[in-house]
């Protein structure tokens, strides 16, 4: 049984979730498929809080906690993985990141931060509290600098 279900939190993270699976067929620039796969494995790390937080899949304190850790170790490949302005028809990466690259950085040094910052995740209730501390980070930063 889950806990944490607000509405308003699970429909935004289900399109954040679900989403990037279109965009990764047919990707051409090796550039723009190794940057995606990395928010692939991001994605996955988020997907696995939110299915917990959903009931989908049982709660479970140590996956709980390691997808947190993944996240914060993923996402500090970031900013290098989009360095170079490199493009292609299948990415949903907007201009707008190398226009603000540094506003984009600090978005995901936030991100890495919240999800360095959770800790242990001992139960639904600090499950709730970590995703929405990180979720909150992916949204502020895919409102800006993602299709």
């Not at 051409?28 to 989908?56: C, E, F, H, Y």
């Not at 690259?101 to 995740?121: L, P, R």
Request: hydrophobic share 45%; charged share 25%; glycine share 8%.
């Amino acid at each position: 049984m889950s806990v944490f279900k607000p509405a308003l939190f699970v429909l935004p993270l289900s399109v954040l979730i679900a989403a990037p699976a279109l965009a990764h067929s047919d990707v051409k620039n090796p550039v723009v498929m190794d940057r995606m796969m990395t928010m692939k494995a991001i994605q996955g790390s988020m997907k696995t809080l939110g299915d917990m937080a959903k009931g989908k899949i049982p709660f479970d304190a140590g996956k709980a906690t390691a997808a947190a850790a993944a996240m914060a170790h993923d996402g500090k490949k970031v900013p290098e993985k989009f360095r170079a302005n490199e493009t292609d028809p299948k990415s949903e990466a907007l201009p707008a990141i190398w226009d603000n690259f540094d506003d984009f950085v600090q978005k995901s040094e936030a991100m890495v931060a919240a999800a360095a910052s959770v800790g242990t995740i001992g139960d639904e209730s600090a499950l709730g509290a970590a995703l929405g501390k990180i979720g909150g980070t992916c949204k502020a930063c895919h409102r800006d600098y993602r299709e």
